[in-house]
Structure formats: C-alpha cells, structure tokens
C-alpha cells in the first residue's frame, strides 16, 4: 500500500487486511459534505488570523470548493488506503492542487475535525426529523377531531376498562410525540457547539479564532474545554435516545394496530397501500408496515445501548473506539426518516370501524364505574356502592346481562333512591360525554386538546 499521511515514523505498513480493519470510508463518506464545509471554515479561519497567506488560503479554498462540486456531482472517488473521509479529502485536495493543501491541517487535528464532521451532520438531520414528527401529530389531530365522538372501550390490562372517545385515545399519542418534538428541539442545544479548535486534545500554539470559526459554520456554542471538545459524544447519545423513545411510542401505537386489525377486534381497517398479502393464504391483509416499524425500534434501541457501551470506560481524550460512534448513528437516521414517514401514511389512510368500536362497549361491563358513582351521589358511600355494583357484575355474567338490563325494580330494591335517570347514565357516550374533568376524555375536554394542538402546531 502507498505512504500514509502520518507515515513519517513508520517503517513497516499493515497489510491491505489491517488496513480495512481500521479504515472508516466505507461508512463515514456520509460526512464528506460535512468535512468540506468544516476544512473550508477552517482554512477561512487560518486565512484571517494571518496563520496562513492569502495567496496558500485562497489555493486551498478554491481547491475545496472545487471538490465540493465534484461531490455534489457524484465524481469523487474514495479508498481504503486513506483510511477515512478526512484523510481522503485531504488526499484528493493534495493530487488537486499539490503540498500546498498539506497547510490545511495547521492548528487542526482529526480529533476535533471529526467531532465537528459529526456534530454538523445530526445538526443538518435534526430539523428534518422534527418536521416529520410534526406532521404525524398534524395527521393526528385532523384524525382527532373526525373522531371526538367515536366511542370505543378504553382498556387497562387490556381488558375493558370505561368507555373513551377514540379522539381522546389520538390525541395521548399527539402528546407523545409533543414530547419527542421537544426532546430532538433541546438535542440541538448540545449539538449545536463547536468541537473545532481543540486540535488533537490540548487546543494549539497557533493564533487561532474559534469564533469565526463558530460563525462560519453556524454554530450558536464553542466548546470551553479541548479535551471534552475531542472526547465527547453526549449529543450522540442524547439523538440515539430521543430516537429509542420516538420508536417506542410508535411501535406502541402500531402494536394497538396490528391488534386493532384482527379479526377478534376489527376495529380499524388499514389501507391496501399499506398492507402485504400472503403467497400462499389468499385471504391474508398483513399489517407488515405497522409490524416493521414495531421491529424497528428494537435496532434503534440497540445503536443506544451500542453507544453507551463503547463510551463506558472511555478514558480521556479521544480513542480508535469513538469511529464506533457512527454506523449506528446513521442507521438510526436511514430508518428513523422512511419510518415516520410510512407511519404519517398508513395512519391517515385508516378505516375507522366506528359502529364495531361503539357495539364493544355495549356488550360489556364498562359502565360499572358509572353505576357506582351514580350510587355514590345517592349518598351510599364509594366503597359500598363498588361492592354492590361488583356484586351485579357477578350476577349480570352468570345470567348474560348487563347493568343496563337491570329493572328498576330490581334497582329500586339496591336503593330506592335510583330513579329512571340511570340507564341514560349507562350510556358508553354519556359515560364519556361525563368525564368532563381537565384532561378526561369528555367531548368537551378533547375538543380543548385539538384546538389547543393546532395552536400549538401553527406557532
Ligand atoms: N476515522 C476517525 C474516527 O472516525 C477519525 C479520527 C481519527 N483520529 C485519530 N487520531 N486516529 O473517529
């Protein structure tokens, strides 16, 4: 293999074998955009200091810029022997417009360079995630306010619980992700800082200026200390998690879809855009879509616990093992992109099986809560008035009835202070229409959410 860059007090070379073992191209030419921009800012930086002439500055940014274009244009061409993206550039630099691209690296080690690399790209890919999101909970709102009156059970231990409007059910899900928006919004504040100018670990002897560097690229912060400038990957960290809990909550809801499919519920129907069949049950609609984006949260997780893995135990300041740092990175922003895409899809192409949701909590027991708080404002104690109504539930089950089907003769025998009044309060959607407190799932308080959302959306 040819003379590496740093060959200088080398004798002998790895062979070719070695060398991939250590070399990163293959995944890190995802930041070749990044590492142009980083050098140009930097040279720019040296040129103003007066570090480095006008004339070297101007041959070094003209040559950049040049393979700046290339890139855009597809034509760059990369190789294991130099090992990764910096040193790549660098080397194409140097066939472009000879030694004098070596003066590049004054002031700058590939430390601090693929630390800026790095923080430039989850900067560029944050936006673009939050707008994603953002469009899910637009989905959701709009889907919100088609359903504030769609009465389905609500469940706790997946088993019927009281009746809620499958708004309110939307509308948990839009409160999700208003987290998750926010989580990705603060991600920037520790993304948004400059690792450049701490060079190797120790900063430089050069004059440097780290602020005009910081303004070139754009960025708001300047890391105060060089060895936490090379060394650290909390805003890493800190996207890997906000993207675990992200595709947590999504795979919640398409759990609930996949679920909500079925034969069993049939509440929901998805679209056939968003459905696979089977080769051979001709009958089958699967809800792959929901499915992949279920088993999808599990390798997001897995590039957290990755990361956090590799950076246990990490002694100051940087080591081999932060190259580490990336494939995981990228994979979770290859899958978390079309994800949230298929997801914003699928979900406003769903069929709303309203009537199959209604008639669930017709036949069931649900309405227990009501008939005990009724008692209760009759004046019999909470307590007492669970006991009797369990005691109904019981009887109800044995003979296949339910509470609504009590006569007000047997009522007036519970209490003679049951009027007719109770079987309007047995309602599933008077049960809901009811629970009217801040945040309950009364049509009232969901209509609130909505409007309150699409305040919130607008700003
Ligand atoms: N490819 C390396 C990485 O991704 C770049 C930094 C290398 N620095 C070094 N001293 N070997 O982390």
């Known amino acids: 293999s040819t003379k590496k860059l740093w060959g200088g007090r080398f004798q002998a070379q790895a062979e070719a074998w070695v060398d991939e073992f250590g ?72 066939e472009k417009i000879g030694p004098v691209a070596g003066k590049l690296h004054t002031g700058r080690s590939r430390n601090d360079q693929v630390a800026t690399d790095f923080h430039l790209y989850v900067k560029n890919r944050l936006p673009k995630i939050i707008e994603e999101i953002k469009t899910i909970q637009k989905t959701l709102v709009t889907l919100a306010e088609d359903n504030v009156e769609t009465i389905m059970p609500g469940y706790t231990h997946l088993q019927h619980a009281q009746p809620i409007s499958y708004g309110h059910y939307l ?81 919640r809801f398409c759990e609930e879809i996949s679920m909500w499919v079925s034969y069993e519920f049939n509440y929901l129907e998805l679209s056939d855009q968003y459905t696979t069949g089977s080769s051979i049950m001709p009958q089958k609609k699967n809800p792959d879509m929901a499915e992949l984006i279920r088993g999808k949260s ?98 109800g089950i044995e003979t296949h009835h339910n509470l609504q089907d009590i006569t007000m003769k047997e009522f007036k025998q519970i209490s003679p202070l049951i009027e007719d009044d109770v079987y309007n309060m047995l309602k599933p959607e008077v049960a809901v229409e009811r629970r009217n407190s801040l945040g309950g799932t009364g049509f009232k308080q969901v209509q609130m959410q909505i409007e309150q959302a699409k305040v919130d959306l607008a700003k």
């Open 23 to 94: 070399a990163s191209i293959s995944f890190d030419q995802l930041m070749a955009d990044e590492d142009i921009e980083g050098s140009l800012a930097h040279v720019k930086m040296l040129k103003k200091t007066k570090i480095l002439s006008e004339v070297d500055s101007n041959k070094i940014i003209a040559g950049l810029e040049e393979l700046q274009q290339e890139l855009h244009d597809g034509k760059l061409e990369f190789t294991v022997e130099n090992e990764d993206i910096h040193m790549n550039i660098e080397s194409i630099l140097t």
């Open 171 to 251: 509308m948990a899900y839009y409160a999700m992700l208003k987290r998750d928006v926010e989580r990705f919004e603060f991600n920037m504040k520790h993304t948004d800082i400059l690792p450049l100018g701490a060079a190797a670990l120790a900063g430089t002897t050069f004059p440097i200026d780290r602020e005009f560097t910081a303004q070139e690229l754009g960025f708001g912060d300047i890391y105060t200390n060089s060895l936490d400038a090379v060394s650290d990957r909390d805003f890493v960290l800190e996207f890997l998690s906000n993207a675990s809990i992200l595709m947590m909550h999504l795979s």
């Open 298 to 395: 599990g390798r997001v997780y897995g590039h957290l616990m990755g990361l956090l893995s590799t950076m246990k135990s990490l002694p100051l300041a940087y080591n081999k093992d932060l190259q580490e740092d990336k494939e995981g990175t990228f994979d979770t922003v290859k899958t978390l992109l079309p994800a949230l895409r298929v997801f914003n899809g699928m979900i406003s192409t769903i069929k709303v099986h309203k009537e199959r949701m209604y008639h669930a909590t017709e036949n069931d027991f649900s309405n227990a809560t009501e008939l005990a708080d009724y008692l209760a404002t009759k004046g019999i104690p909470f307590r007492e008035a669970h006991g009797i109504v369990g005691q109904l539930v019981l009887k």
